[in-house]
């Protein structure tokens, strides 16, 4: 015997509407647990004070202080005698200190008592055209301007030659140049006034060295008076 199935009755037709109608509703719960947030409950304290529309104020008592009054003046005398002041004030006469044309003025010294001393003007004249050169220790025999500045000259050069001394810095540096020096000889023949100009420090020291050596020379003359002679040599340091 075939069994008949009614086609209506069949409980699988719908089965895929309903799995996604019960996965949406799922998921939704799902979705609502987490976005659920809870809060903690705060406790609000109300302070109030209570303010007294009475103040009372506790003065402190103090103790009055009684002062006595003030004495009362003295009684006028009943008799007022009169004495006489017979008594001289010398008066103070206060000299007037302007002078006119009929006070004589002493004069504290006499205009001999002074004594003007002259300064000494320092004048400085040029080694080209000095009258008289200054004189090198060694060229006191030698005759003629021209012959004592030629003796000058080379006495310089000897002296520098011998003083001469390369600054060990400067050597181990490998530092060389020309030092240019100018100095002057005083009036009393001394070295004075050095200036120095060079590539290096060293050297410019070494320069003054040498120049501030020189001995004390007969001053150069002009006119028949003692002036300042400025002279200007250079030094050159080289390498062998």
């Known amino acids: 015997m075939q069994v008949k199935k009614n086609p209506k009755a069949d409980l699988n037709r719908n089965s895929g509407l309903y799995f996604v109608i019960g996965l949406s509703l799922v998921l939704f719960l799902t979705w609502r647990a987490f976005e ?8 609000f304290i109300v302070e109030s004070m209570e303010v007294s529309d009475e103040i009372k104020e506790d003065v402190p008592m103090t103790e009055q202080i009684k002062t006595q009054p003030p004495p009362p003046p003295p009684a006028a005398p009943e008799i007022i005698e009169i004495v006489e ?19 004589v003025i002493e004069a ?18 040029p080694f080209s055209v000095i009258e008289n ?3 090198f220790p060694g060229c006191k025999n030698v005759e003629g301007n021209e ?6 000259q080379k006495k310089i050069q000897e002296h520098v030659a011998k003083e001469f001394n390369y600054p060990e810095v400067a050597l181990e540096m490998g530092v060389q140049g020309r030092v240019f020096v100018q100095f002057a000889i005083d009036n009393k023949g001394y070295i004075a006034d050095i200036r120095v100009r060079g590539p290096d420090k060293n050297l ?5 060295r040498i120049v501030a050596a020189i001995p004390k020379m007969t001053p150069g003359m002009q006119r028949g008076r003692a002036v300042k002679v400025p002279y200007s040599i250079p030094i050159t340091f080289k390498l062998q």
């Open 36 to 43: 659920y947030k809870t809060y903690d409950k705060e406790e």
């Open 85 to 103: 002041n017979n008594e001289e004030i010398e008066e103070t006469i206060i000299e007037s200190t302007e002078t006119n044309q009929e006070s």
């Open 108 to 125: 504290p010294m006499e205009v001999d008592d002074v004594v003007v001393e002259e300064e000494e003007e320092e004048v400085s004249v």
């Open 133 to 135: 050169a200054p004189i």
């Open 147 to 152: 012959a004592k500045k030629a003796c000058f």
């Open 204 to 208: 410019e020291t070494e320069a003054i």
